[in-house]
């Protein structure tokens, strides 16, 4: 069953100047992120994009938005054929599991300036 659905546009411009603020990108990313951003090259800020897209669309997927959770805390990474995941850590692995959990499905895409990411909650039973 569906337990809820999100989904995010960034304009890329918006982390290149992120990337400019000392700390900024740290504060929103989980080092394996950024390191995993970095490893694309010239597409390291559309890849951080993505990945930002893809947490907004998680705290609207559970309905409550990101309150109480780091953003760091929610990693998008891509298995060795490219799909995206999540993976929840400390504050958002927390209130996930508070909210009930369930299996959490990403989509990422890009076009010119844009990142966009759906996030699809999928569990059994009561919560979110």
């Known amino acids: ?5 999100g989904i995010d546009i960034v304009h890329v411009s918006r982390i290149k100047r992120w ?3 000392p700390g900024l ?3 929103y990313f989980h080092p394996v ?3 995993d951003a970095k490893s694309r090259g010239s597409g390291h800020a559309l890849s951080l994009a993505a990945r930002f897209a893809a947490k907004e669309a998680f705290g609207k997927a ?3 938005g990101l309150a109480m959770m780091k953003l760091k805390d929610i990693l998008v990474r891509n298995n060795r054929s490219g799909k995206p ?5 400390g504050t958002a692995l927390g209130r996930f599991s508070g909210l009930g959990g369930g299996v959490i499905h990403c989509s990422l895409t890009h ?3 844009n990142a966009v990411a ?3 909650i999928e569990g059994q039973g009561e919560g979110l």
Do not use: D, N, Q, W
């Open 1 to 5: 069953m569906i337990k809820g659905i």
């Open 19 to 21: 990337m400019t603020i």
């Open 25 to 27: 990108v740290e504060r």
């Open 33 to 35: 992120e950024i390191a």
């Open 62 to 64: 559970l309905g409550t």
């Open 85 to 89: 995941f999540v993976i929840l850590e």
């Open 111 to 113: 076009e010119g300036e």
């Open 118 to 120: 759906v996030v699809i």
